[in-house]
């Protein structure tokens, strides 16, 4: 099982960036996906999740900014980030749990600063 995060970077107070996940190995299509992110001195902490059906929830510090969608047929999960502010600079990790093994993404530093 492989989950390789990608878009991240550099973004200027209130822009935007779209963070994907692709994910490979699993055996099926039965998988939980989440985003969380870590700050520095701070503990890791959940963005957004979406089940395999496609059901969502936010963290209230992102909600009506972040929408986490994912695309079953090309195992890939989306988090578009919108008005971003410096308090969203971290390193955001993709998480992918099937049945009561979850599995991590490497991590991709966002950074939001003028």
């Known amino acids: 099982v492989q989950l390789v995060e990608s878009g991240g970077g550099l973004v200027q107070p209130g822009g935007s960036l779209r963070l994907s996940c692709a994910a490979s190995?699993?055996?099926?299509?039965?998988?939980?996906m989440r985003w969380y992110r870590q700050s520095p001195g701070n503990e890791r902490e959940s963005v957004a999740w979406?089940?395999?059906?496609?059901?969502?929830s936010y963290a209230d510090a992102v909600k009506g900014r972040f929408t986490i969608s994912r695309d079953n047929t090309k195992n890939t999960v989306f988090l578009e980030m919108n008005n971003l502010s410096p308090e969203d600079t971290a390193v955001y990790y993709c998480?992918?749990?099937?049945?009561?093994?979850?599995?991590w993404g490497q991590g991709i530093q966002v950074t939001v600063s003028s």
């Open positions: 979406i089940t395999p059906l496609g059901a969502k």
């Open positions: 190995g699993f055996t099926s299509r039965s998988v939980f």
């Open positions: 998480a992918a749990t099937q049945s009561t093994r979850t599995y």
